[in-house]
Nanobody, 129 residues
Framework: QLQLVESGGGLVQPGGSLRLSCAPSGFTLDDYSIGWFRQAPGKEREGVSCISSSGGSTNYADSVKGRFTISRDPAKNMVYLQMNSLKPEDTAVYYC??????????????????????WGQGTQVTVSS
């Protein structure tokens, strides 16, 4: 079964950092754009950041610009989300997704489960003192 696996979540104090990882199971990420999404309790899923298949194009939600950095390592078949200066409002379950047509859908604000081909199960990030 083709799927993604996220890791790296946890509990961190405000101002701290975490690095999330997204690894594929059963396929390579070379041809896919990858996005990170998050969903807090009682809120809709939102797009956090995405990166093109080549790594040459990235997008960030306004709320994380300057604090989060998305990157990909083709040699390791991995995508990362470095999160710095974390705030309590960053608390959510973080998901990664893969799709060959992510850029257009992202621009339209489409962040639902049916919008992208592959999803992970999510990793919890809690920012609290």
């Amino acid at each position: 079964q083709l799927q993604l696996v996220e890791s790296g979540g946890g509990l961190v104090q405000p101002g701290g950092s975490l690095r999330l990882s997204c690894a594929p199971s059963g396929f390579t990420l070379d041809d896919y754009s990858i996005g990170w999404f998050r969903q807090a309790p009682g809120k809709e899923r939102e797009g956090v950041s995405c990166i093109s298949s080549s790594g040459g194009s990235t997008n960030y939600a306004d709320s994380v610009k300057g604090r989060f950095t998305i990157s990909r390592d083709p040699a390791k078949n991995m995508v990362y989300l470095q999160m710095n200066s974390l705030k309590p409002e960053d608390t959510a379950v973080y998901y990664c997704a893969a799709d060959t047509h992510m850029g257009r859908k992202w621009a339209l604000g489409r962040f639902g489960l049916n919008d992208y081909a592959y999803w992970g199960q999510g990793t919890q990030v809690t920012v609290s003192s």
